[in-house]
């Protein structure tokens, strides 16, 4: 069965960094991009940044281009994001995920998720 965990998040004040985690398992294909998705209460979730399975392209949305960065190490099946400069918008769950596409800033392009991770940035 295909499992994404999610680790890494927590509290940072504003201007912090973290990294987080995802490692995937039960995955058949290597071949795939692995994504990154947040998510507040009564929003939709938003694309935050992927990469292709070489992790030789890279892609941010514009709210957080400049300050996050995604990578990932395939011998590891592990996927991060390291967080800088973090500003309060940037609250909310973070989750992973692994398409098998082409489409990478749509939610439902997207194969298999993680169960998300809390980052809260506090003022």
């Known amino acids: 069965q295909v499992q994404l965990v999610e680790s890494g998040g927590g509290l940072v004040q504003t201007g912090g960094s973290l990294r987080l985690s995802c490692a995937a398992s039960g995955l058949t294909f290597s071949r795939n991009t692995m994504g990154w998705f947040r998510q507040t209460p009564g929003k939709k979730r938003e694309f935050v940044a992927a990469t292709s399975w070489s992790g030789g392209s890279t892609y941010y949305a514009d709210s957080v281009k400049g300050r996050f960065t995604i990578s990932r190490d395939n011998a590891k099946n592990t996927v991060y994001l390291q967080m800088n400069s973090l500003k309060p918008e940037d609250t909310a769950v973070y989750y992973c995920?692994?398409?098998?596409?082409?489409?990478?800033?749509?939610?439902?392009?997207?194969?298999?998720w993680g169960q998300g991770t809390q980052v809260t940035v506090s003022s």
């Open positions: 995920a692994v398409n098998y596409g082409y489409e990478v800033t749509r939610p439902d392009a997207y194969d298999y």
